[in-house]
């Protein structure tokens, strides 16, 4: 049985550390079924709200558009990967335009490989994830630049709305918690308020 692929948006309320911007940031995760889910679920409900959608990766949706197995596989080797020297990793959320929806579904699952390719130009793709019923997904991409990520979100852009936000892996964000003057002591009385 396959796990439940998921993205979950969430956002601390009341933020724990003040100095950290609350917004909703997207995490992908698979878990074995809806129980399980909870189960983690239940460890943050009381220090954010959680939105949770179940997501498809590339190869699931092309299958499924295209009523066949797609003739590449995208490779999901990379996920969870810290940026290389240089390189920023951004999450795009995107939405496709209600005219444009099966258009963007059908352009998306018949692309070649050359052609994804092409069209990651200088970025490095570490995953995709659909939402084929509402036609919103979530892409988590590296790049050099900001200017090489346009780009590459450039040729959507007649397709889809997109929302483009820098974000850290877990080890990247939890060294710069940790990297608070005043992190120990609001760790202490944190895990003291908890028990």
Same mark, same amino acid.
């Given at each position: 049985?396959?796990?439940? %692929?998921?993205?979950?948006? =969430?956002? /601390?309320?009341?933020?724990?550390?003040t100095?950290? *911007?609350?917004?909703?940031?997207? $995490?992908?995760l *698979?878990a074995?079924?809806?129980?399980?889910? /909870?189960? &983690?679920? $239940?460890n &943050?409900?009381?220090?954010?709200?959680?939105?949770?959608?179940?997501?498809?990766? !590339?190869?699931?949706?092309?299958?499924?558009?295209?009523?066949?197995?797609?003739?590449?596989?995208?490779?999901?080797?990379?996920v969870?990967?810290?940026p290389?020297?240089?390189?920023? =990793?951004?999450?795009?959320?995107?939405?496709?335009?209600?005219?444009?929806? $099966?258009e963007?579904?059908?352009?998306? %699952?018949?692309?070649t490989k050359? *052609?994804?390719?092409?069209?990651?130009? %200088?970025t490095?793709?570490?995953g995709?994830?659909?939402? =084929?019923?509402?036609?919103?997904?979530?892409?988590?991409?590296?790049?050099?630049?900001?200017?090489?990520?346009?780009k590459?979100?450039?040729?959507?852009?007649a397709?889809? !709305?997109?929302?483009? /936000?820098p974000?850290?892996?877990?080890?990247?964000?939890? %060294?710069?918690?940790?990297?608070?003057?005043?992190?120990?002591?609001?760790?202490?009385?944190?895990? /003291? *308020?908890?028990g």
């Open positions: 049985m396959r796990p439940l %692929a998921l993205v979950l948006y =969430l956002c /601390s309320t009341p933020p724990i550390y100095h950290i *911007q609350t917004r909703p940031r997207g $995490l992908h *698979q074995k079924n809806a129980d399980v889910l /909870s189960g &983690w679920m $239940l &943050w409900a009381t220090k954010c709200t959680i939105t949770v959608h179940p997501t498809l990766d !590339d190869n699931e949706a092309r299958e499924i558009i295209l009523g066949r197995e797609p003739a590449f596989q995208a490779p999901y080797d990379e969870g990967d810290e290389k020297h240089g390189e920023t =990793l951004y999450m795009i959320k995107y939405q496709f335009k209600e005219s444009k929806r $099966l963007g579904q059908y352009m998306f %699952a018949n692309m050359e *052609q994804e390719d092409a069209n990651a130009g %200088a490095r793709t570490l995709h994830w659909y939402n =084929l019923g509402t036609g919103c997904g979530m892409v988590v991409s590296a790049a050099k630049s900001a200017k090489d990520l346009y590459c979100a450039l040729n959507w852009t397709l889809c !709305d997109m929302d483009i /936000s974000v850290l892996t877990d080890a990247a964000a939890r %060294a710069v918690i940790r990297a608070r003057p005043d992190h120990k002591e609001k760790a202490e009385a944190l895990m /003291s *308020q908890r």
